[in-house]
């Protein structure tokens, strides 16, 4: 239960670091394959939250 618990309060810090590459990471995918604009910003949001959480656990577990 400790190792989630540090996962997402690691998740939480890196939120904040990994908002820049996600917007970049969207802007290649919605140029890449068409996605329409009105999904930038959850793509962003869904990239940032996923970016932070994969960074996260490797840190805890890594």
């Not at 309060?9 to 290649?28: D, K, N």
């Not at 910003?41 to 840190?59: D, E, K, Q």
Request: hydrophobic share 60%.
């Amino acid at each position: 239960m400790i190792n989630v618990v540090l996962t997402l309060v690691y998740t939480s810090v890196l939120l904040l670091f990994f908002a820049y590459p996600a917007m970049r990471i969207a802007e290649w995918l919605s140029a890449r394959y068409g996605i329409d604009p009105k999904w930038h910003r959850p793509m962003v949001i869904g990239l940032t939250i996923l970016i932070s959480l994969i960074v996260a656990a490797y840190l805890q577990f890594g």
